[in-house]
């Protein structure tokens, strides 16, 4: 079988366009500009790349950027601290915290302070209830969301289909479940403690890989004709003693057996960073309370 690469990068370069376009007629009709404040604390270098390529971006579309890099000495105190000020801060649109934090500070806590209409991360209480319930006016997890909407280009008709979404966790494969379940698919979440997840991936017509296991799903996980999307990135040294990132799907031997598949890098990367700034965005608008681009 011809396998068909799913170019997350074409799709997330016309994506921010069309949000740039966007982001200038709010300017121009109603005087607003996007504003994005970001929260990095510590030293994490892959989070410091990703909070870089989320600057970049979110200045190329026209929006405003608000970076705060603390120390990873700072308290859960400090931290909510400024969060309760970008609540209050007209300026701000959209509030991330970039995960992981350092030991000792309690995520969930940190996260639950960011008011629900600047949750541009979809990872409050209130924006996960949104979407259990199928309301249309919560922010979703930008990952799921991305990866949703690069199924629905390469894929005309979900309804009916049975995906398989591997891992579980609270940022991607839940919320990846639920609007998988509102587009009518029959869904199966696979997990740590799942027994003989290759035999229900084989049964997967679309199967979305989120473990963080380099190369954890092999070809033989893989049904014929299957659509894949693989979340995973996973940087390992080469044998020439560099590094390269690799997805958690074995790339080459799911290559020739699944319909289409998503490249690590160059899949959904691109599209999560683009769907936070359309988050952003529909945040901004929804101050005037302006429709859903």
Not at 252 to 257: H, I, L, P, T
């Amino acid at each position: 079988m011809k396998t068909q690469l799913i170019d997350g990068k074409a799709f997330a370069k016309n994506m921010t366009q069309k949000i740039a376009q966007e982001v200038k007629e709010l300017q121009q009709h109603h005087n607003i500009t996007p504003g994005l404040a970001v929260i990095l604390v510590g030293n994490d270098p892959a989070s410091e790349v990703y909070v870089r390529n989320k600057t970049k971006q979110t200045h190329q579309v026209g929006m405003r950027s608000f970076m705060h890099l603390l120390p990873e000495t700072t308290t859960q105190e400090e931290i909510l601290n400024l969060i309760a000020r970008l609540n209050n801060d007209p300026d701000i649109h959209g509030i991330l915290v970039q995960l992981p934090l350092p030991k000792g500070l309690n995520p969930n806590t940190i996260i639950q302070a960011i008011i629900p209409h600047k949750d541009v991360d979809g990872l409050t209480a209130y924006n996960t209830g949104k979407l259990a319930l199928g309301h249309k006016d919560g922010f979703i997890p930008c990952t799921p969301l991305g990866c949703l909407m690069l199924l629905k280009s390469e894929r005309s008709r979900l309804q009916g289909l049975h995906a398989v979404v591997i891992g579980a966790s609270n940022l991607m494969g839940k919320p990846m479940a639920q609007l998988l379940l509102q587009e009518g698919c029959t869904v199966t979440v696979a997990h740590i403690h799942t027994r003989d997840p290759e035999k229900i991936a084989q049964e997967a017509d679309i199967l979305i890989v989120a473990t963080g296991c380099s190369e954890l799903v092999k070809g033989s996980w893989i049904k014929e004709g299957a659509t894949i999307i693989d979340v995973g990135i996973n940087r390992i040294k080469t044998k020439d003693n560099k590094t390269k990132l690799i997805g958690d799907v074995a790339f080459q031997e799911a290559f020739g057996k699944a319909a289409k598949i998503t490249p690590v890098p160059g899949g959904v990367g691109p599209v999560t960073i683009a769907c936070l700034l359309y988050n952003t965005l529909q945040a901004a608008r929804n101050v005037r309370n302006l429709n859903k681009i």
